[in-house]
């Protein structure tokens, strides 16, 4: 049976939208994040024993047509799965047009599931694209993943009754049982696979509802989806599945990329690049009200990659890559447990993995002590990412960060003492914003002086608490299409009491001028370009993309 993955196109006139981002867009700096929760259920279907298909269309800035035409142009080389099942039938039908007999090809796609991962600002065309897919492939199974579709799967499903089904929340698991089941499903059916087609996907001239039962009856066995009844005409909703405990089952994502994927398309402004990103672990801990991947998808329980696991995954990256110079671990907080921080150092270190290339990662502000720190940079970090947020306490307790100003001095006053790098992330239009508080973050920002930094107003999705505070409150009227701007570019879908959204991005895109054109901060990247040629490369290709945003009016 064949499983095709793909992350659809949008925006692809301005740039590559980066779905897969915590915050989807077309990004100022020209980053493209891998779409690794595609990867990682892909290569467990591959591992599974199902013929994958995989097509990320961003990165190659495809459009609908393309897209379409490379998923027919693959499934047309399918003919048989390995138990001798028609995967496709291919009729040749003739038609007249302007007098002339013409003759062309069909294509009908039988037990094929389709995944397609999806955001909230691309939604609409996200659908749409699964709508050209349903009308080509009638026959085929539809399902949407992603953080949007399983915080608003009645929605999404209600919306859009071309789409089959959604499967929530993470779905290396759930999506290979999706696949097993139908295939199962049809091979035990007594009357033959080529006639239940008709009856379980629902064709018009079908008559038969006991198939249709059926395949509704096997689909409630399985949890972690929302689906169309084909028998009852509703959708239901399963329990959720479980959390994979497990990691480590789950193949490397780095060596499903060098079999599917163009590694040089990918680019993180923070990173040298080219650069892979992969998972060391999912969930995290921390309550933080705004962040989108623990509430949707994988959890507050950090479930962990053994070190020797992850270990493991440089080494491949070292040997199939290279020309790779930097790692980037994807992790909410990386640095959440720090004895498996130093066991993972230990390694790299111990098998002169660290001399090899550097790494950055996600580490709040309050799980690093000095010496961690210390031995993170002996071990090849280069870089650490903190969500410092807000210059006000109050903000902070609003939010549930669970960090105080003074942890983040002394964090950034302990990076500089390890010769760590920091990229700060600092956003703005949280619980209790006032122009004030605004102010107070953009003064910390200076005051702490970080390598680089980003300033964005908070854009809250479906799913996450701050969502739901700001929506019962009407400080969200915009629609799922307003997420972004025509250009792809971030949009801010919150207006506060006194605050437009309009005037938090003007604040973001000052603070980013008056943060990045200081004459000392200029002359201080200029400084440690000198002394790290890869950095000025990494810095000039990020100003590069951006220069056009920070030089706007």
């Not at 909703?237 to 994927?261: G, Q, V």
């Not at 040997?319 to 921080?341: A, G, L, Q, S, Y």
């Not at 066991?343 to 660290?354: A, H, P, Q, V």
Request: aromatic share 12%; glycine share 6%; charged share 30%.
């Amino acid at each position: 049976m064949t499983v095709y993955f793909i992350n659809p196109p949008f925006k692809w006139e301005y740039g590559k939208f980066s779905r897969e981002s915590r915050s989807p867009a077309v990004a100022k700096s020209g980053v493209l994040y891998y779409p690794l929760w595609l990867i990682y259920a892909a290569a467990y279907a591959e591992k599974s024993g199902f013929d994958v298909k995989f097509l990320d269309a961003p990165a190659k800035r495809y459009d609908f047509e393309k897209s379409l035409e490379i998923v027919g142009s693959e499934l047309k080389s399918v003919i048989k799965d390995a138990d001798g099942l028609n995967v496709i039938e291919t009729k040749h039908i003739s038609t007249e047009h302007d007098g002339v007999d013409q003759v062309h090809e069909e294509i009908e796609t039988n037990h094929c599931l389709f995944v397609v991962e999806t955001s909230t600002p691309s939604i609409e065309s996200d659908a749409d694209f699964c709508k050209k897919l349903k009308e080509k492939y009638p026959k085929a199974f539809v399902y949407m993943v992603g953080t949007h579709p399983t915080a608003t799967a009645e929605e999404t499903l209600s919306n859009y009754p071309w789409v089959d089904g959604v499967a929530r929340r993470e779905y290396d698991f759930t999506i290979s049982k999706l696949a097993k089941l139908i295939e199962g499903y049809y091979k035990n059916c007594s009357s033959g696979a080529a006639n239940i087609d008709k009856d379980v996907i629902g064709d018009e001239d079908s008559t038969s509802e006991n198939t249709a039962s059926g395949l509704d009856t096997t689909l409630a066995s399985l949890p972690g989806i929302s689906y169309r009844s084909k028998f009852e005409g509703i959708i239901k909703h399963n329990p959720d599945a479980e959390y994979i405990t497990d990691l480590d089952e789950i193949p490397l994502a780095s060596d499903f990329i060098k079999r599917h994927l163009d590694y040089k398309d990918y680019f993180f402004a923070a990173a040298e690049y080219p650069e892979i990103q992969i998972f060391t672990g999912r969930g995290c801990p921390c309550r933080c009200n705004f962040c989108v991947y623990p509430q949707t998808m994988h959890g507050h329980g950090y479930r962990l990659r053994s070190p020797q696991n992850v270990v493991n995954e440089f080494r491949y990256i070292a040997e199939n890559f290279p020309d790779v110079k930097e790692i980037v671990i994807e992790d909410d907080t990386f640095t959440i447990n720090r004895k498996r921080v130093t066991e993972i150092c230990e390694l790299l270190i111990e098998t002169g993995l660290n001399k090899r290339f550097k790494w950055l990662c996600n580490a709040r502000v309050n799980t690093l002590d000095l010496d961690t720190m210390k031995l993170m940079k002996k071990a090849g970090c280069r870089l650490v990412i903190p969500g410092i947020e807000s210059g006000t306490q109050e903000i902070l307790d609003n939010i549930k960060k669970g960090t105080t100003i003074k942890e983040i001095r002394e964090y950034i006053k302990n990076t500089k003492k390890a010769g760590l790098l920091v990229h700060a992330c600092y956003m703005v239009g949280n619980q209790g914003e006032t122009r004030e508080t605004m102010q107070k973050t953009l003064e910390l920002a200076l005051e702490l002086n970080t390598d680089t930094a980003q300033f964005f107003p908070l854009i809250p999705y479906p799913g996450t608490e701050a969502y739901d505070w700001n929506k019962a409150r009407g400080y969200i009227k915009s629609g799922y299409t307003e997420y972004c701007k025509e250009d792809g570019t971030h949009n801010c879908v919150l207006n506060l009491p006194g605050i437009s959204g309009e005037e938090m991005v003007k604040f973001c895109d000052d603070a980013r001028k008056k943060y990045y054109l200081r004459p000392g901060y200029i002359l201080h990247r200029l400084w440690t370009g000198l002394k790290d040629p890869n950095d000025l490369k990494r810095s000039l290709k990020a100003f590069g993309q951006f220069k056009k945003y920070l030089f706007k009016k």
